[in-house]
């Protein structure tokens, strides 16, 4: 803490006076020169009449008036001279009133000298006897409000620097994280510092797994699931599916479109070639139950990636729900290479009319590779002359933001892709001007359903928005919040909410989603070769007229 201190100079109080050379003017507003005469105030006061007399004088003459008490007035003159060279002033001339009723100098401030010196120089007595308290006063009051201040800050940390063990500083850097990126200042209605010294005191953090569970009931008061702990292995993993490898069995996962009220698990979305789960044959729309012996009924996508994840070499055990057939297996984890996008050509030919020719792109997840994938994607196809084209955003949960919004900008001429906000508003905008556009002319369809989260749905709202694109299918999932993720000192990982967005539109579609322009036929595919038979065959139950799927 630091004081600051103002001072002033000291003011001389100028004495009243006349000066013998030069008659003042005006009496009552007396010279300022330095005084050769003194001016005597006598005031008196008989039967039937008072007034006040002024004799001048100088001060020889004055002396010889009264040579009794020569000696005593001239010292109490001295003392005067010097109590105004020293600056105590006021205090001399108190004593001065006090023992001088007898000096015929003055006569006592009571009934010899003028009377209105006295009666300012008693004002200014008092006040400075007033000022002198107060400041004591003050000055006390200062000090003891220091003394208070810093007990506080002593108390407020109590838990000194070099009591903390490696288990508490790991602890507390990622309190530190959270405290800084966290989008939610209020830290869903709690105070956070608070929070910081009462788990220092009272959760145990003897070991790594303990510091861990720490961290985590941290983390759970938040009471938003996408601000999460990744240890070190799953850390890892994280960063090696965002630079496109992945050590796991090769499943995509999602969530099913509901039966009969109830979800039984998770889909199979798709499997990586020659991977893991594509060897043991399990196939796409088959179920997952169980991995290692956890219901999958109501786990999230992200705790079942976490779960499928692992060292290379490590087992995992799925219940699988093929068809009626339910089976039970045990996969080896590998490191496996992800491709995020998947394309194909669709032809449709109706009774001798025109061939419509469809590009069909399957965007799986947004890594580093996604967004030259889709553009790779789109110039293959349009080297096949397509004349519209089908981005299938399902059970695609998300990824890298970056990419979500560099691959709005191949589909956009110009236009908002999304807004950026916190607890306060908006605080950035991401837009195009066209220049990253390739393929802004086509017809577009987009398919969606409650697997499409995250910057799928950025991808989606944006396009939907700015009417580029057709919608079809469900409302999307809902996780309207973009994470960053960062690395802790021990190589674990911190992933925090923070910032919500907003779509062009300015809807938040936090556990709302983005709602579809129009709805898919239930038995509607999710493979793009099923997909193709769909739109060619009329009679299909899962057909959609090509008409209807470019049209508003």
Same mark, same amino acid.
């Given at each position: 803490m630091e004081a600051i201190v103002s001072s002033s100079s000291s003011t001389s109080l100028p004495f009243l006076t006349s000066n013998s050379s030069s008659r003042n003017p005006n009496p009552r507003k007396p010279s300022l020169a330095t005084p050769s005469r003194l001016t005597r105030v006598t005031l008196f006061k008989s039967e039937g009449a008072s007034g006040i007399v002024v004799n001048r004088f100088s001060s020889s003459d004055f002396l010889a008036f009264n040579s009794k008490n020569k000696t005593k007035c001239q010292k109490r003159v001295e003392n005067l001279k010097q109590a105004f060279t020293d600056r105590i002033?006021?205090?001399?001339?108190?004593?001065?009133? $006090?023992?001088? !009723?007898?000096? =015929?100098? @003055?006569?006592?401030?009571?009934?010899?000298?003028?009377?209105?010196?006295?009666? &300012?120089?008693?004002?200014?007595?008092?006040?400075?006897?007033?000022?002198?308290?107060?400041?004591?006063?003050?000055?006390?009051?200062?000090?003891?409000?220091?003394?208070?201040?810093?007990?506080?800050?002593?108390?407020?940390?109590?838990?000194?620097?070099?009591?903390?063990?490696?288990?508490?500083?790991?602890f507390l850097e990622a309190w530190r994280m959270v405290d800084?990126?966290?989008?939610?200042?209020?830290?869903?209605?709690?105070?956070?510092?608070?929070?910081?010294?009462?788990?220092?005191?009272?959760?145990?953090?003897?070991?790594?797994?303990?510091?861990?569970? $720490?961290?985590? !009931?941290?983390? =759970?008061? @938040?009471?938003?699931?996408?601000?999460?702990?990744?240890?070190?292995?799953?850390? &890892?993993?994280?960063?090696?599916?965002?630079?496109?490898?992945?050590?796991?069995?090769?499943?995509?996962?999602?969530?099913p479109a509901v039966l009969n009220g109830s979800a039984e698990g998770l889909v199979v979305m798709s499997t990586t070639p020659e991977g893991p789960a594509n060897r043991a044959g399990i196939i796409p729309g088959d179920m997952i139950l169980a991995i290692n012996d956890s219901s999958t009924e109501n786990m999230d996508i992200y705790d079942a990636a976490d779960r499928l994840q692992g060292s290379e070499g490590s087992l995992v055990k799925l219940s699988i729900r093929s068809g009626p057939e339910i089976k039970q297996m045990e996969l080896k984890r590998e490191k496996v290479m992800l491709n995020p996008v998947k394309s194909r050509l669709c032809e449709i030919t109706r009774s001798g009319k025109d061939t419509t020719r469809i590009g069909y792109i399957k965007l799986a997840y947004f890594n580093q590779n996604a967004s030259g994938a889709v553009k790779e994607a789109i110039e293959a196809l349009r080297s096949n002359n397509v004349n519209a084209f089908v981005l299938d955003l399902r059970n695609n949960s998300g990824g890298l933001f970056p990419e979500g919004v560099e691959i709005a900008k191949i589909w956009l001429q110009k236009g908002v892709i999304v807004y950026i906000c916190d607890s306060r508003g908006i605080r950035d905008i991401y837009e195009t001007d066209g220049s990253d556009a390739i393929a802004t002319s086509e017809p577009l369809a987009v398919l969606v359903n409650k697997g499409t989260a995250s910057a799928s749905e950025i991808l989606a709202g944006a396009l939907k928005d700015n009417k580029r694109a057709i919608l079809f299918g469900e409302p999307t999932f809902g996780k309207g919040k973009i994470q960053s993720v960062f690395e802790l000192s021990d190589g674990s990982g911190l992933a925090v909410t923070v910032a919500r967005y907003e779509t062009p539109a300015h809807t938040d579609i936090n556990k709302v989603g983005v709602i579809p322009d129009h709805p898919l036929p239930s038995t509607f595919p999710l493979d793009a070769d099923s997909l193709c038979s769909c739109l060619k065959d009329p009679s299909s139950p899962c057909n959609l007229n090509t008409a209807d799927l470019f049209s508003r």
């Open positions: 002033l006021f205090r001399h001339l108190k004593k001065l009133d $006090a023992s001088c !009723k007898s000096c =015929s100098l @003055l006569g006592g401030f009571n009934n010899l000298k003028f009377a209105g010196f006295a009666a &300012k120089l008693n004002k200014m007595i008092i006040w400075h006897e007033k000022f002198r308290n107060s400041f004591f006063v003050f000055f006390i009051r200062l000090a003891m409000g220091m003394v208070v201040v810093l007990s506080i800050s002593v108390a407020s940390s109590k838990i000194p620097s070099l009591a903390l063990t490696e288990e508490n500083l790991l800084r990126a966290y989008y939610d200042k209020s830290f869903n209605g709690q105070s956070w510092f608070r929070y910081r010294e009462n788990a220092l005191r009272n959760e145990p953090m003897n070991t790594r797994e303990e510091t861990y569970m $720490a961290i985590k !009931k941290m983390l =759970s008061t @938040l009471d938003d699931p996408f601000t999460r702990l990744l240890e070190p292995e799953k850390f &890892k993993s994280l960063r090696s599916g965002n630079q496109g490898a992945l050590t796991g069995v090769g499943l995509s996962i999602g969530y």
